[in-house]
């Protein structure tokens, strides 16, 4: 295995629960050394969500906390707070995700911190915005959901606002505090400065309304929900088969062409001058989907996809997840590994999605609660 590229890199992770160690795990997967900080008794409160694995485990937990160590430190003990201090001394980057003012109840605020470590890059995680009226409520994912507008376009036409299927506005504000640790790491290499990062829950669910979110301001309204098709792409959605469902992505005129001579034999669609561009068969939908959606249930799943796939048109097959995630194409790309734990149980759990030169990285699975104190420890007391 090469070396990765956050080798020597140090992290010490206060955070708790999703998108602060989503961000941390995004780091440790690249190589840094990741140090969780939990409460001896409590731990992450993800270690209770979930399915238990092992002792102190659960699925939730592992699916947020690869490739750290854990370090049980209870703050509230002046004692501990010197160990956390002392772990951050020679640390690169410092993540957490407490209430406004809860890290400088302790001293270990970014001020507190840039005394003793002056290139520290601190970022911090909330729900709200730290300067705003917000900034001492709580975030979670639901709520944000709802507050940011995604709740309202997802779901079908007529029917309540759906929530996504995972915490998506949790796992993005993981990845963009990610993003900023990584440039603000390239940075400190030139100033030698620390820098603070923050992020915000409700800022990154607004984000994440990307071009809906630029309709709606053009419009001056809601745009409709389209369920599983797309607001403006059509043909592109979720379709019957005779047995079953599958995704047809039209992403072009000659696609269409292509799906309506080639793939169906229906010449005469394909010459209806309202379907002539994406433009037109945008506008002319309801008449357009009812037709393909008809001659679609005529044919079998399995001959549907191999008459798509011939005449170039993107498509796949609608699958179970874990039928997904035990797919031989899942299997060959090397995205499920598994260990076996102290209890000699054996648990899957996902790998990082990327390769570096080549290679699927190395999975370290999830620490048990406190793993690592007495190795992290003890290497202080050396220093």
């Known amino acids: 295995m090469p070396a990765l590229p956050l080798e020597g890199i140090k992290v010490v992770d206060f955070s708790r629960v999703l998108a602060g160690p989503l961000s941390t795990q995004v780091l440790g997967d690249l190589g840094a050394d990741v140090i969780k900080i939990e409460h001896p008794e409590r731990g992450d409160d993800t270690r209770d969500w979930g399915i238990r694995i092992g002792e102190t485990e659960t699925t939730y937990y592992y ?16 004692a501990m707070v010197e160990a956390a201090r002392a772990l951050v001394a020679d640390a690169d980057v410092v993540v957490e995700n407490f209430k406004q003012g809860g890290m400088e109840r302790f001293g270990l605020g970014f001020e507190d911190l840039l005394k003793i470590n002056p290139r520290i890059i601190y970022c911090s995680i909330a729900g709200y915005d730290r300067a705003g009226e917000e900034a001492k409520r709580s975030g979670y994912d ?33 990845m963009y505090a990610a993003q900023a640790i990584l440039a603000a ?56 088969a005779a047995d079953g469902p599958l995704v047809i992505a039209v992403g072009n005129n000659r696609q269409f062409r292509s799906l309506c001579q080639d793939a169906l034999g229906r010449a005469d669609m394909a010459d209806d001058p309202r379907y002539a561009t994406n433009i037109l068969r945008s506008q002319h939908r309801d008449a357009l989907i009812p037709e393909l959606e008809r001659e679609l249930l005529k044919h079998r799943r399995t001959d549907l996809l191999k008459n798509l796939s011939a005449a170039g048109i993107p498509c796949g097959e609608v699958l179970g997840l874990y039928e997904a995630l035990t797919h031989p194409r899942t299997a060959a790309s090397e995205m499920v590994v598994t260990h076996r734990t102290a209890q000699g149980e054996d648990v899957a759990f996902t790998a990082p999605p990327w390769r570096i030169d080549g290679e699927r990285c190395a999975v370290r699975p999830p620490p048990t609660l406190g793993e690592h104190t007495v190795e992290v420890l003890a290497s202080l007391k050396k220093d």
């Open 63 to 78: 699916a947020f906390n690869r490739n750290k160590r854990s370090v049980a430190l209870d703050l509230a003990d002046p």
């Open 142 to 174: 639901l709520v944000v959901q709802g507050e940011s507008g995604l709740m309202a376009i997802n779901g079908e036409a007529g029917r309540p606002p759906l929530k996504f299927g995972v915490a998506v506005v949790d796992m993005f504000t993981g």
């Open 185 to 240: 790491l390239v940075q400190v290499q030139r100033t030698g400065r620390g820098r603070r990062v923050d992020l915000s829950l409700y800022d990154c669910g607004v984000t994440l309304s990307a071009y809906y979110g630029l309709d709606a301001l053009v419009m001056k309204s809601d745009p409709p929900r389209y369920g599983n098709a797309h607001p403006s792409i059509v043909p592109y959605g979720v379709f019957d």
